[in-house]
């Protein structure tokens, strides 16, 4: 599901469906782009499934060559050019100390896709983004064991405040100056959450709105049920 809410997520002029649920889920999104599309004449404008190879700027134009999914060769030429290559597909992990001798399986989030996976499994999720507090969820309900192990503190930011979106929320009160919004925030926050160092989770080091916060508190719910464990910092593996 989306982490920002159907109210600020849509295309200016073009809301998103209002029996859609105030966090659509990622096929809502996918079939929302597509109307979006279709209503104003996209797709005609698209080729799909194409592999651009060569590129080259000449007299004021872009020449693009490449080849579609039957692997006919085509070239284009245009004005403008936008590389827009994103960076989803390839991995960024660090190495961890004792990695080479680990005898359990590393797996990056941009590999992972069903919590089927998890079942039956001791599993060790490192990192609070956002892919990796979801992940840590299904782990909590499907995995044996579940762990999640953070370097720092993070402000944890429910999905609705005042039975509203956050992101709603927060847009009605984006008038205060930024300080303010942090006093006001933060306290806000330690009311309906608490002291967060119970739960085994290290006290943030910054105050909340100055970093991305995570916005997720079903990992709150599972560490309040002992169904994930908070751990620090991995120091080195061994063996499994």
């Known amino acids: 599901h989306f982490i920002s809410s159907k109210t600020m997520s849509g295309h200016l002029g073009f809301p998103m469906p209002e029996d859609y649920p105030d966090y659509p889920s990622n096929k809502q999104i996918f079939e929302y ?3 979006f599309a279709e209503h104003y004449g996209l797709l005609q404008h698209i080729r799909f499934q194409t592999k651009v190879a060569q590129i080259e700027f000449k007299e004021g134009l872009w020449l693009i060559q490449g080849e579609d999914a039957h692997g006919e060769r085509f070239s284009d030429e245009s004005r403008w050019l936008v590389c827009a290559s994103g960076t989803n597909w390839y991995k ?13 399986e590393v797996l990056h989030s941009v590999d992972y896709h069903d919590p089927q996976s998890l079942k039956g499994q001791n599993v060790l999720v490192v990192g609070a983004g956002n892919s990796g507090v979801d992940i840590a969820c ?6 044996d064991n579940a762990y999640i192990s953070l370097r720092r503190g993070y402000h ?6 005042f039975g509203m979106p956050a992101d709603v929320f927060g847009a009605q009160s984006d008038w205060m100056p930024i300080k303010l919004s942090q006093l006001v925030f933060g306290g806000l926050l330690r009311m309906l959450n608490g002291d967060l160092t119970r739960l085994g989770l290290q006290k943030p080091d910054h105050k909340v709105l100055s970093s991305h916060p995570i916005l997720n508190t079903q990992i709150l719910h599972y560490l309040q049920h002992g169904d994930i464990k908070a751990m620090p910092d991995i120091e080195y593996l061994d063996g499994n």
Do not use: C, R, W
Not at 156 to 161: D, G, L, N, S
């Open 33 to 35: 782009i597509k109307s």
């Open 156 to 161: 944890f930011v429910p999905k609705h405040i």
């Open 92 to 104: 960024h992990q660090p190495t961890l100390k004792g990695q080479e001798n680990f005898t359990g």
């Open 138 to 143: 299904d782990a909590a309900y499907m995995a």
